[in-house]
């Protein structure tokens, strides 16, 4: 069946690093792909999105681009803030109207 | 713009006890979601609407869960009767569409049965 797989967490930055979360995806057909973010003690909010292979999708400095060859949607940012930590979640979606989540990854980011 | 509203925002109760949660979608949405989070199990699809009609409930663990949604403003999870397993944090989330429409979560009830 469709899925979604993340890696598992947490990853733990200092501020300023490289940030590199990986997802890849499993679907029978052509998802659209998304990054939602949950800070503690809140509901998930859409970090980014992209459609179709080759979208890029860019928002806060966080950046994902879909990659159909390896399905494959990672999400990257150049140089992290503290207030970056959070949970992050990787999910697609097909014709039908609902989501498919990954597990979550946790980013602990320290100054 | 409000956001999605959930009701209430902590609930501790009993076991055996029946448990109602409220939520509120942004007006104009025409979606709208049920999930359940645990650590053990990650965010699970309960149920979904679209124009107030259940579209798939194949996500409800048992029949002690059952969702309703009387109106395009107003949806309520209940669990009775309520088990200890049922612990977790319960969020509602809403879209104005399908398809690449993001959805809107709200801030989550967290559930402790005692």
């Known amino acids: 069946g469709d899925s979604v797989t993340q890696m598992e967490g947490p990853v733990t930055l200092s501020e300023e690093a490289f940030l590199t979360i990986n997802c890849t995806y499993t679907a029978t057909g052509y998802p659209s792909l998304f990054w939602y973010v949950q800070y503690p003690g809140e509901g998930l909010q859409l970090l980014l999105k992209?459609?179709?292979?080759?979208d890029k999708g860019s928002n806060k400095g966080f950046e994902a681009t879909y990659r159909k060859e390896t399905t494959s949607f990672h999400l990257e940012k150049g140089s992290v803030q503290v207030s970056d930590s959070a949970v992050y979640f990787c999910a697609l979606r097909l014709d039908a109207d609902k989501l498919i989540f990954g597990t979550g990854t946790r980013l602990q980011v320290f100054p | 713009d409000a956001g999605v509203i959930q009701s209430p925002r902590h609930e501790v109760t009993e076991m055996g006890q029946e448990v109602t949660l409220r939520c509120k979608p942004i007006s104009g949405h025409d979606y709208l979601f049920w999930y359940r989070q645990t650590m053990m199990r990650g965010l699970e699809l309960l149920i979904y609407?679209?124009?107030?009609?259940?579209?798939?409930d194949s996500g409800m663990p048992e029949d002690r869960f059952s969702a309703k949604m009387p109106n395009a403003s107003f949806s309520t999870l209940k669990i009775q009767p309520s088990e200890p397993r049922d612990s977790a944090v319960y969020f509602c989330a809403s879209s104005p569409g399908g398809g690449n429409q993001p959805q809107h979560f709200g801030d989550g009830t967290r559930l402790s049965i005692l």
């Open positions: 609407f679209n124009n107030n009609v259940p579209i798939d």
């Open positions: 992209a459609t179709k292979a080759d």
